[in-house]
């Protein structure tokens, strides 16, 4: 008998055809209400990505791939050019965020459709039509890489092994059953007694609202921490293994990740807990081999200073809001892709890797 | 002409003769509003030192001499057994938090000071007065402690040296210029330039609120970052020093601080960061050598799932919250005493700074 697959949120929806709209889960208000966004336009869809209603590396491209899809199908009906409006939706949705490497790799996917389409002789409807096709199959095979990534990661997860992860690389940061928590899910449903500890990830709390929601809704035992706690965690032997997704990862191996990882990579390598990074090979910018090239993303000082529902610093403190950092490559025991799990990541082993990927 | 003396709040203070009482800084309200509280029995001096209306190792310490002048006060103008009633005041503040030695070893100079008094004869109203000298002389030499500290530490900081610090070892820790931020503020009245990176300290944010505050208030320049930034703000090249304060060092050397620390101390290791505590000798357990001897205090699951004005966690998410951690002696640089600076601390070199202060 086959394991049950396993069961968690569904993140965005393309409801309908080409009429249709982006049906997402409002994270933001996460995890005391849980509403739906109807996305039905391209400035709606920068602004969910800006304020991180939607959010995750991966669901980012899905979502980027549909709000295209929503410039295109708007010109259709307005019987405007399709073709300009795809360009203009995707200039747009290109400045949402600078981190996340699977939004340009979406949207630069959605302009290769558009082109290849146009050059068919397509225009109008069936232009767009094509579009909403290739979002269609961003989003089937970000579930299918999650569900791959899953699969392998699962391998590495003994019974009764305790996780311990930041922020939220769950089936909430993907369209399909998440990154980072896909092994967790997975050998949950293989009968595995699995459990996590989530960082709470200041200062937006992604692991605290988002992370122990889904899991919570999941059924796997989850135990909330601070970001400061996860070195006594494992000084306590609590915890057997890290897992944690990634925003863009340079073909060198380097990890750029949500603030906080690389202390947790830290803390994981002084107690010799394998610290694993689990990501869509659509992660990897290979344009990139040192995580120092990578542009890091500073946010607004309130998300620290009163991101929280009241004031928690003094007025007119000066604040630096980095959103991400970057782990070496040295420190990362293993990066779980689709097309397997490539041990200690090099600049060699990861181009082995995207080449079976088809990336290079 | 001598250095300026620094400038800082007064954490809390005796107020006239026998009949007087406490007033401190409420500190849960600060940042937004800087209330003082009036504390006039010993009930009400627990109550305030497990709020944490006053917190910090040695401001605990000399908190807690006062709440049992109190007592004994109390007991005199009643007409009741002062000593006894001292013994009762003792007993309950002995239990109002677990992990700063700084609480125990005050309460034990009170006693020995009650016993070496009522073995002179003396009971009432002198019993009473000779238990307040005993307070004021453990908050005259926190004073003189804090101001040893400063010095002994300023000549670690170059002009230009800028320190991250976590949690809040301040002048509002302590009964005078604090433990960590005392070299910096003494640094600053040197008329070195110094500046501050704060952690802000989760769950309870006391560097967000505190540590961020007081330094404002000295013009001291500081920038706030979450707890999880400080390996990037590091890795940046930004920081030149780490000080932070104890709540109990063993005498084989190993740091227990606020939860957090210990990840301070990897990520400064891994950057070839000093990493300093400063700390005075009161806060040496001299019976413990191992660190994992330590009692670790757990605090209630709320103040971190809606410890910020709101709900952040689903309901019923189990929580894990230790307020401390410790942090090995093999990763710390040195430990700044009132005796001086104890380089790479071990238990030897420990012994003789006791030695130095007369603790042993």
Request: aromatic share 4%; charged share 20%; glycine share 12%.
């Amino acid at each position: 008998m086959p394991a049950p697959a396993p069961s968690h949120p569904e993140t965005l929806t393309w409801t309908g055809g080409l009429d249709g709209h982006v049906r997402m889960i409002e994270q933001t208000l996460l995890p005391t209400r849980h509403e739906l966004l109807e996305v039905r336009g391209v400035p709606e869809m920068v602004d969910a990505i800006r304020r991180l209603a939607v959010r995750g590396a991966p669901a980012i491209g899905v979502a980027a791939g549909y709000g295209v899809v929503l410039g295109a199908a708007g010109a259709a009906r307005a019987g405007a050019d399709v073709a300009q409006a795809t360009g203009e939706a995707i200039d747009a949705l290109w400045v949402s965020r600078p981190t996340a490497v699977n939004l340009f790799w979406a949207l630069d996917r959605m302009r290769a459709a558009c082109a290849a389409a146009v050059a068919e002789g397509l225009g109008g409807q069936s232009l767009a039509e094509r579009l909403l096709e290739e979002a269609l199959a961003i989003h089937a095979s970000d579930r299918e890489t999650c569900r791959l990534i899953g699969e392998h990661g699962a391998g590495l997860l003994e019974d009764g092994t305790c996780i311990l992860t930041h922020c939220n690389a769950g089936a909430l940061a993907t369209g399909g059953m998440g990154t980072a928590l896909a092994p967790v899910y997975t050998a949950h449903a293989q009968g595995k007694r699995v459990s996590v500890y989530a960082d709470e990830t200041r200062p937006l709390l992604q692991g605290a609202r988002i992370t122990c929601w889904e899991l919570q809704q999941a059924g796997v035992p989850v135990t909330l921490i601070t970001d400061g706690m996860a070195a006594r965690v494992m000084s306590e032997g609590r915890v057997q293994a890290v897992i944690v997704g990634s925003d863009r990862i340079t073909r060198g191996g380097d990890v750029c990740n949500k603030i906080g990882t690389f202390q947790v990579a830290l803390a994981a390598r002084h107690h010799g807990v394998p610290f694993h990074v689990a990501a869509p090979l659509s992660t990897v910018d290979t344009e990139l081999i040192e995580g120092r090239d990578i542009p890091i993303e500073e946010r607004a000082p309130e998300e620290i200073t009163c991101g929280l529902g009241r004031q928690t610093a003094p007025e007119g403190v000066q604040v630096y809001n980095p959103a991400f950092d970057v782990t070496p490559r040295d420190l990362v025991t293993s990066i779980i892709t689709e097309v397997g799990v490539v041990h200690a990541p090099s600049l060699e082993r990861m181009e082995e890797a995207l080449q079976r990927g088809g990336r290079m």
